[in-house]
């Protein structure tokens, strides 16, 4: 939960964001992002490799797998894996992998079941991923069921929220999160239920669709009727975390509601503090998550590589129980009929900005200081791909030094003379 110390700081932050000419004494000039890293596939398969594989990823919510037995199968990574809740209340993940002829051990989305039986020969595994029977055992030699179990995935949980990580040595969900996770604990992660999820497949690389909800450079362009009006994207105050997550913090005009529809029939979550209240206050959480969040409802966006130029473009709402009245989705219409305007304007053109960097007459993506999330987050893949492993054509630069991730900020100190 922001201290009263670190509101004040962004009240502070937000009038120096309105007053300055130019960017932050001392702020990097930032290097162009070269243009394969949108568009080559030898950069694509970097990501699939390393990005995807050592993230924490969000999976599920708990509402998907409610009681014990419950089942629901991920492919949303590039691999295929099945997330149950186990018997003793446990939720795991495993790869989707049974282990005598690598059929799928369940091939429906979701379910329940006392046990996961493979449809190809019955191999039979528990809620624990144990083997705990074959078909006809007498015809094999010595199988040792104790070391053929399924194989697990790193799975934890923030509240009500699952997540996955491939990579056994990554660090734990709340090392992950860093300072976030104290942040988070106003919105009651842990009570919040599932509204409404959808999905839309959209023409374009993944990043550039995720980039246009982590900077408010294009609010006036795009969104001049809908979004334009109710933030002040000068006192816009971006801040960057460890392990390329960020923030922005946007006031709204006095008398101003929020672009989203928010629920007008929802309860609301009676920790969350006036930032979240009276400004627009969005999360980036490394790899592909933004999600701005606020007393009403907590609603993650997520974007899936499907292709170097198609991506998966998740909606989520979750929200305090809101009994007897409709669950709120304020993303889609109609139940995921289509997006709602806000998105639409932020995805439509993203088909044609996909065949323009596709064209000889893209070299490099020059970003402004507004868009320094944008540098901070490619900052944070190279580290995590291995910046020896990068082609010199396709790395960034490592401009942006400890100096300016959270908790460190030489803004404060200019704010102050």
């Not at 201290?3 to 702020?27: C, D, H, N, W």
């Not at 400004?279 to 899936?304: A, E, K, M």
Request: net charge negative; hydrophobic share 35%.
């Amino acid at each position: 939960m922001l201290s009263r110390q670190e509101i004040e700081k962004l009240y502070r932050l937000m009038e120096f964001e309105a007053a300055r000419t130019s960017p932050p004494v001392g702020f990097p000039a930032l290097p162009d992002i070269p243009a394969g890293r949108y568009t080559d596939p030898a950069f694509f398969e970097l990501e699939q490799t390393h990005i995807w594989q050592k993230s924490w990823l969000f999976a599920a919510h708990i509402d998907e797998l409610p009681s014990p037995g419950s089942y629901r199968r991920w492919d949303n990574a590039g691999q295929p894996v099945v997330i149950v809740h186990g018997d003793d209340g446990v939720i795991r993940a495993f790869y989707n992998t049974c282990r005598h002829r690598g059929a799928p051990v369940v091939t429906e989305e979701s379910g329940r079941r006392a046990r996961l039986t493979c449809k190809y020969h019955g191999w039979t595994y528990t809620h624990q991923g144990d083997l705990v029977s074959v078909r006809d055992p007498e015809d094999f030699s010595d199988l040792d069921m104790s070391c053929r179990g399924l194989i697990g995935i790193r799975c934890e949980m923030f509240g009500n929220l699952i997540f996955l990580n491939f990579d056994k040595n990554a660090p734990s969900l709340l090392e992950w999160l860093g300072p976030i996770a104290d942040e988070w604990t106003e919105f009651q992660f842990d009570k919040c239920r599932l509204a409404a999820r959808h999905s839309f497949v959209l023409d374009c690389n993944w990043k550039i669709a995720m980039e246009a909800n982590t900077e408010v450079y294009h609010v006036k362009s795009i969104h001049p009727t809908t979004v334009a009006p109710v933030l002040d994207d000068r006192r816009n105050v971006n801040t960057l975390y460890p392990n390329g997550h960020g923030r922005m913090v946007a006031p709204r005009p006095a008398g101003k509601n929020s672009a989203m529809s928010l629920p007008a029939s929802s309860n609301e979550i009676d920790t969350v503090g006036e930032i979240a209240r009276t400004c627009t206050q969005s999360y980036g959480i490394f790899p592909n998550w933004v999600s701005p969040l606020n007393h009403l409802v907590l609603p993650p966006l997520l974007f899936w590589p499907l292709g170097i130029d198609k991506c998966l473009f998740e909606t989520w709402t979750m929200a305090p129980d809101w009994g007897d009245n409709p669950a709120p989705d304020i993303w889609t219409e109609n139940q995921g009929e289509q997006l709602v305007k806000v998105l639409q304007e932020d995805t439509e053109f993203g088909k044609q900005i996909q065949r323009s960097v596709e064209s000889w007459g893209f070299t490099g993506v020059p970003l402004s200081y507004q868009e320094a999330r944008i540098y901070h987050w490619n900052q944070a893949a190279d580290k995590m791909i291995g910046v020896n492993n990068i082609p010199e054509t396709l790395s960034v630069e490592q401009v942006i030094g400890d100096e300016w991730i959270y908790p460190n900020d030489p803004r404060l100190e200019q704010v102050a003379k």
